[in-house]
């Protein structure tokens, strides 16, 4: 559904838009260029944490794009004043296909997922167990969330009905990531290193509790182009804090892993 904007709130959702954009395409080389500082047992988990921002940065082009092309200022007539009012935009005809947040989400949340696995001291049977289910009910998780996300005016009761069937495999995700994970933690050799996967977990299940709560928006008073706008920049926010802010705690754990291997291979 598609709702008029004024020029300050078309801006608002364009630059945070294009802020998210360039947060994402900064992290991903970032974390790539820093590969050759990570021991080989830990680039698998590096590697994945530059896809995931790699894969939202493609996506954010997608959504940006499709921003702007949803709407169009009008032109500026010959003979008008050098100095005129900023006009509201107008609708194009073209929809804004907010589909691309889902479908990033559900390449991206798994692989969110799975990194963290990839750090933990796990057996490559367990590593492969765990990835399998949280990648399994993260996915589940997106594909029942997208059909409520799409209403915005009227039938709230089925907006809700969509997030509460996509909150029962969020909340194993945060079982495991809280107390699943916490056995493969607790036998980490190195306190630092299970301090900083155990603030990992707390950081990914803090930053993924605000995906549920701009789900809401909607049904808490936002309406019109107000929802519109709510939702994209709640959105924007979540996914640079877990995207590119987890990802950046997934790189000094890796950083920390290495250096610890490193200096026991060299008998330090």
Same mark, same amino acid.
């Given at each position: 559904?598609?709702?008029?904007?004024?020029?300050?709130?078309?801006?608002?959702?364009?630059?945070?838009?294009?802020?998210?954009?360039?947060?994402?395409?900064?992290?991903?080389?970032?974390?790539?260029?820093?590969?050759?500082?990570? *021991? /080989?047992?830990?680039?698998?988990?590096?590697?994945?944490?530059?896809?995931?921002?790699?894969?939202? !940065?493609? *996506?954010?082009?997608?959504?940006?794009?499709?921003? $702007?092309?949803?709407? /169009?200022?009008?032109?500026?007539?010959?003979?008008?004043?050098?100095?005129?009012?900023?006009?509201?935009?107008?609708?194009?005809?073209?929809?804004?296909?907010?589909?691309?947040?889902?479908?990033?989400?559900? #390449?991206? +949340?798994?692989?969110? #997922?799975?990194?963290?696995?990839?750090?933990?001291?796990?057996?490559?049977?367990?590593?492969?167990?765990?990835?399998?289910?949280?990648?399994?009910?993260?996915?589940?998780?997106?594909?029942?969330?997208?059909?409520? /996300?799409?209403?915005? /005016?009227?039938?709230?009761?089925?907006?809700?009905?969509?997030?509460?069937?996509?909150? +029962?495999?969020?909340?194993?995700?945060?079982?495991?990531?809280?107390?699943?994970?916490?056995?493969?933690?607790?036998?980490?050799?190195?306190?630092?290193?299970?301090?900083? #996967?155990?603030?990992?977990?707390? !950081?990914? +299940?803090?930053?993924?509790?605000?995906?549920?709560?701009?789900? #809401?928006?909607?049904?808490?008073?936002?309406?019109?182009? *107000?929802? +519109?706008? !709510?939702?994209?920049?709640?959105?924007?926010?979540?996914?640079?804090?877990?995207?590119?802010? $987890?990802?950046?705690?997934?790189?000094?754990?890796?950083?920390?892993?290495?250096?610890?291997?490193?200096?026991?291979?060299?008998?330090?």
């Amino acid at each position: 559904m598609m709702f008029k904007m004024s020029a300050g709130e078309f801006d608002l959702v364009y630059n945070s838009l294009s802020f998210t954009l360039a947060s994402m395409m900064a992290s991903t080389l970032f974390f790539w260029l820093r590969l050759s500082s990570v *021991h /080989e047992k830990y680039k698998t988990a590096m590697t994945v944490t530059g896809l995931v921002t790699f894969i939202a !940065a493609y *996506h954010y082009i997608r959504i940006f794009n499709s921003w $702007v092309d949803a709407y /169009e200022f009008p032109a500026v007539t010959e003979g008008a004043a050098d100095s005129i009012a900023i006009q509201d935009p107008t609708l194009t005809g073209k929809p804004f296909n907010d589909a691309y947040r889902y479908m990033d989400w559900l #390449l991206t +949340v798994p692989l969110l #997922l799975i990194e963290i696995i990839f750090c933990c001291n796990l057996s490559p049977d367990e590593t492969t167990k765990k990835a399998w289910a949280l990648g399994a009910s993260s996915g589940l998780m997106i594909i029942l969330g997208y059909p409520g /996300e799409m209403i915005i /005016e009227g039938a709230m009761g089925v907006r809700f009905m969509f997030w509460a069937a996509a909150m +029962v495999p969020f909340l194993y995700v945060v079982y495991t990531l809280l107390v699943g994970l916490k056995e493969a933690i607790a036998s980490e050799g190195n306190p630092k290193v299970a301090a900083m #996967l155990t603030q990992t977990c707390y !950081a990914t +299940v803090i930053s993924w509790c605000t995906y549920p709560v701009v789900y #809401l928006f909607p049904m808490l008073g936002f309406e019109g182009p *107000h929802a +519109v706008i !709510a939702i994209q920049l709640g959105y924007c926010v979540s996914d640079i804090i877990s995207k590119c802010g $987890v990802g950046f705690l997934i790189y000094n754990i890796t950083i920390t892993k290495s250096a610890a291997l490193n200096n026991s291979l060299l008998g330090k």
